[in-house]
Each structure stands twice: as C-alpha cells, then as structure tokens.
C-alpha cells in the first residue's frame, strides 16, 4: 500500500485521467477521476494539498483531460 512507502510528511503526486476525459485510451478503457476519488481512494493518512486539471493535445491532435494532485501523508 501507498501509505507504507511514504513517510510522514511525505508527499504523492497522482496524475489520472479526468472525470471529463474519454473512456478509452489505445483501444482501451480507462480509470477516470476526480480529485474526491483520489483523495477517498487514498483515505484518512492523506491530506490534498492541491489539485488541477490539464488538457493535454496528443499527437493526433486529440484533447485527453488529465487530473493532477498533490497530496502529504498525515
């Protein structure tokens, strides 16, 4: 588990596909969150610090919504 490689103190980053993102990526689906899931997912030991989404243009010049967090182990 997460919560037994970070220190207290410590911090993750989690970069996740965005609840408006597409459902599949290559052919296939796709997790995609929002940062209260993550944060539940990741449950009491960790704090958010700070969240934002980012579209990212791929190369075939497509729009994939992207989660960035940020969290600090409690």
Do not use: Q, W
Request: aromatic share 14%; glycine share 6%.
């Amino acid at each position: 588990m997460l919560k037994d490689k970070v220190k207290k103190g410590g911090f993750v980053i989690l970069a996740e596909f965005s609840l408006n993102g597409v459902e599949k990526c290559a052919g296939l689906f796709v997790n995609r969150y929002s940062e209260n899931m993550l944060a539940e997912n990741l449950g009491n030991n960790f704090e958010l610090i700070e969240s934002f989404e980012h579209i990212y243009i791929s190369p075939f010049n497509s729009e994939r919504p992207y989660i960035y967090t940020l969290f600090r182990m409690k």
